[in-house]
T-cell receptor
Framework: KQEVTQIPAALSVPEGENLVLNCSFT??????LQWFRQDPGKGLTSLLL?????REQTSGRLNASLDKSSGRSTLYIAASQPGDSATYLCAVRRDTGFQKLVFGTGTRLLVSP | SAVISQKPSRDICQRGTSLTIQCQVDSQVTMMFWYRQQPGQSLTLIAT?????????ESGFVIDKFPISRPNLTFSTLTVSNMSPEDSSIYLCSVVQGENIQYFGAGTRLSVL
């Protein structure tokens, strides 16, 4: 059974810092991995998707990497801003046909001005 | 990317009553998904809804409690029946498009008194 863990559970940083969020998964047989952002009480916004054959994806100040063999992904946020404050979730999909997403526990990020 | 509209955005209900949540997508999709996010928790898949067939429920979720309709390729409803305070959660509708990218609606925030 796939289990997805995110560390740290919460993170507080001053504005301008570069930071790394971690996601680990127990079954490396994944189809893809997706990072989401969730603002309090709201739905999810897709940030980046990495296919199993890819090593990284970039969008603006965000960079996500994937090491499938070790069961790890990282989300790098450069020059953090107060508007980045949110919960960040990673989710993996298995590689055998269509499979449901399995979500991580989330990292709650607070960026202080 | 898919645009998903959910109604209502939030509601406060009395125990023992039922609430129907609507999900409208701006394009035709084969499968629609319903997730639940309990307070402080990550997302859990309730069921997958295909047009023209019964929904497929995940372990721990049953049709009598969470009946789902899928009358066409752009619309679905989830009913939370005979509600109790334990049903207080955010309920999210989701679809998959493109290269298995998952998109979410803004969610319905349900409080049961």
């Amino acid at each position: 059974k796939q289990e997805v863990t995110q560390i740290p559970a919460a993170l507080s940083v001053p504005e301008g810092e570069n930071l790394v969020l971690n996601c680990s998964f127990t079954d490396s047989a994944i189809y893809n991995l997706q990072w989401f952002r969730q603002d309090p009480g709201k739905g999810l916004t897709s940030l980046l998707l990495i296919q199993s054959s890819q090593r990284e994806q970039t969008s603006g100040r965000l960079n996500a990497s994937l090491d499938k063999s070790s069961g790890r992904s990282t989300l790098y946020i450069a020059a953090s801003q107060p508007g980045d404050s949110a919960t960040y979730l990673c989710a993996v999909r298995r590689d055998t046909g269509f499979q449901k997403l399995v979500f991580g526990t989330g990292t709650r990020l607070l960026v202080s001005p | 990317s898919a645009v998903i509209s959910q109604k209502p955005s939030r509601d406060i209900c009395q125990r023992g009553t039922s609430l129907t949540i609507q999900c409208q997508v701006d394009s035709q999709v084969t499968m629609m998904f319903w997730y639940r996010q309990q307070p402080g928790q990550s997302l859990t898949l309730i069921a997958t809804a295909n047009q023209g067939s019964e929904a497929t429920y995940e372990s721990g979720f049953v049709i009598d409690k969470f009946p789902i309709s899928r009358p066409n390729l752009t619309f679905s409803t989830l009913t939370v029946s005979n509600m109790s305070p334990e049903d207080s959660s955010i309920y999210l509708c989701s679809v998959v498009q493109g290269e298995n990218i998952q998109y979410f609606g803004a969610g319905t925030r349900l409080s049961v008194l």
